[in-house]
């Protein structure tokens, strides 16, 4: 793992998450962007090395719609780089770590994702992200 990519934190309503974020983090969301493989849309802030992505349901039975349904807003998950997306889903898996996806998948900011499930991972979502070159 090279870095902490991002944490993912649900919200409810961009609209309103993306200025309380731009005034907490004193910086400009850089980039909005709509996953409709995920239901998803999100908004992306620099801070430091790392980022914050803000998440919003584009679909009410999307995953993060039945989060926020269940947990309310808040952390939904961590995102590591990786420089080998397959290499580390293999090794993970060959540990014992439960992937929910069985191939990479296209994300966000021009990434290539996979999922780790949280019952192996002390309830924790963990995402490994791969830049898209």
């Keep these: 793992m090279l870095k902490i990519?991002?944490?993912?934190?649900?919200?409810?309503?961009?609209?309103?998450?993306?200025?309380?974020?731009?005034?907490?983090?004193?910086?400009?969301?850089?980039?909005?962007?709509?996953?409709?493989?995920?239901?998803?849309?999100?908004?992306?802030?620099?801070?430091?090395e790392s980022k914050i992505e803000l998440l919003e349901a584009s679909d009410e039975n999307s995953p993060i719609s039945k989060f926020i349904n269940k947990k309310g807003e808040g952390i939904h998950h961590i995102a590591f780089e990786v420089e080998n997306i397959e290499a580390e889903m293999k090794r993970l898996s060959a540990l014992g770590f439960e992937l929910i996806n069985e191939a990479p998948k296209k994300g966000a900011d021009n990434k290539m994702v996979c999922f780790l499930h949280p019952k192996t991972t002390n309830g924790v979502l963990v995402e490994l992200c791969q830049e898209i070159r």
């Design 5 to 48: 990519e991002h944490l993912g934190i649900a919200v409810k309503e961009l609209t309103t998450a993306i200025p309380l974020f731009e005034q907490l983090l004193n910086t400009p969301c850089y980039k909005t962007e709509e996953v409709a493989s995920e239901k998803v849309k999100t908004a992306f802030f620099m801070t430091g």
